[in-house]
C-alpha cells in the first residue's frame, strides 16, 4: 500500500499570512493527488485534482504543485473561513489512502 | 445542484449486519463511479469502497474485503454498502462520495451517516 505522510500535523497563522501544507507519498504517484478541506461537523470538499488542478468554485489562494513523492498544498492570505482541517489523497493506486491531516487554526 | 444523502446508520452490535443507503440527487447518477468513505471520530480519512458506473467492477481495502459489499440501482440513483460481520473498528461516520468523470478524485461528499458497532 502507497503511504501519506502528512506535515504538519497542526499549523496555526495569522490572517493574510501564507500557509503551506506538505504531503509526502511512499512511492511516485505521478500526480494522482487531492486536497480536501474539511471544516467542523462538515464533510470533506475537494480542493485540488490531479496535484495541481483547482475544482470548480475553490478560491484561486488555494494552489497545489508537486510531483513524484513530494507534493504540497499552499493558501495565499489566509482567511479566517479557512479555518479546517486538509488532507490529501492519492488515487494513482488501489488501495487509495489519505494523509493523516492539518489542522489549521488562527493565531 | 448535486445532492447525496446518506441513511441507514446507528447503533449495532459486533458481529452484526447493517445496510447503508445513499440517495443521489442533481446529476446522472449512471456516468458516475461512486464510494464509501468512513471517519472514525476524531480520526482521519479511509477509503472504503468503490463501484464502476455500471456496478460491474468493485474494489475495497483489505481491512473491510469480504464483509463489505457496495452496490448500486442506477434506476433508483441511490447507493448502497452492506456491512457484516462488524467489528469496533468499524465506528465511524460513513460519507457518500461521487468520483468525478475525468479524475478520480472525490469531487462530491453527502452529509455523512453515523454508524456505532457495540455492545
Known amino acids: 500500500d502507497i503511504q501519506m505522510t502528512q506535515s504538519p500535523a497542526s499549523l496555526s497563522a495569522s490572517l493574510g499570512e501564507t500557509v503551506t501544507i506538505e504531503c509526502r507519498a511512499s512511492?511516485?504517484?505521478?500526480?494522482?493527488l487531492a486536497w480536501y478541506q474539511q471544516k467542523p461537523g462538515k464533510s470533506p470538499q475537494l480542493l485540488i485534482y490531479?496535484?495541481?488542478s483547482l475544482h470548480t468554485g475553490v478560491p484561486s489562494r488555494f494552489s497545489g504543485s508537486g510531483s513524484g513523492t513530494q507534493y504540497s498544498l499552499k493558501i495565499n492570505s489566509l482567511q479566517s473561513e479557512d479555518v479546517a482541517s486538509y488532507f490529501c489523497?492519492?488515487?494513482?493506486?488501489?488501495?487509495?489512502?489519505f494523509g493523516g491531516g492539518t489542522k489549521l487554526e488562527l493565531k | 445542484e448535486v445532492q447525496l444523502v446518506e441513511s441507514g446508520g446507528g447503533l449495532v452490535q459486533p458481529g452484526r449486519s447493517l445496510k447503508l443507503s445513499c440517495a443521489a440527487s442533481?446529476?446522472?447518477?449512471?456516468?458516475?463511479?461512486m464510494a464509501w468513505v468512513r471517519q472514525a471520530p476524531k480520526k482521519g480519512l479511509e477509503w472504503v469502497a468503490t463501484?464502476?458506473?455500471?456496478?460491474?467492477?468493485?474494489y475495497y481495502p483489505d481491512s473491510v474485503k469480504g464483509r463489505f459489499t457496495i452496490s448500486r440501482d442506477n434506476a433508483k440513483s441511490s447507493l448502497y454498502l452492506q456491512m457484516n460481520s462488524l467489528k469496533s473498528e468499524d465506528t465511524a461516520t460513513y460519507y457518500c462520495?461521487?468520483?468525478?468523470?475525468?479524475?478520480?478524485?472525490?469531487?462530491?461528499w453527502g452529509q455523512g451517516v453515523m454508524v456505532t458497532v457495540s455492545s
Open positions: 442533481g446529476f446522472t447518477f449512471s456516468n458516475y463511479y
Open positions: 462520495a461521487r468520483l468525478g468523470i475525468t479524475i478520480a478524485a472525490f469531487d462530491y
Open positions: 490531479n496535484a495541481n
Open positions: 489523497q492519492q488515487y494513482y493506486d488501489y488501495p487509495w489512502t
Open positions: 512511492e511516485d504517484i505521478y500526480n494522482g
Open positions: 463501484i464502476s458506473t455500471s456496478g460491474s467492477r468493485t
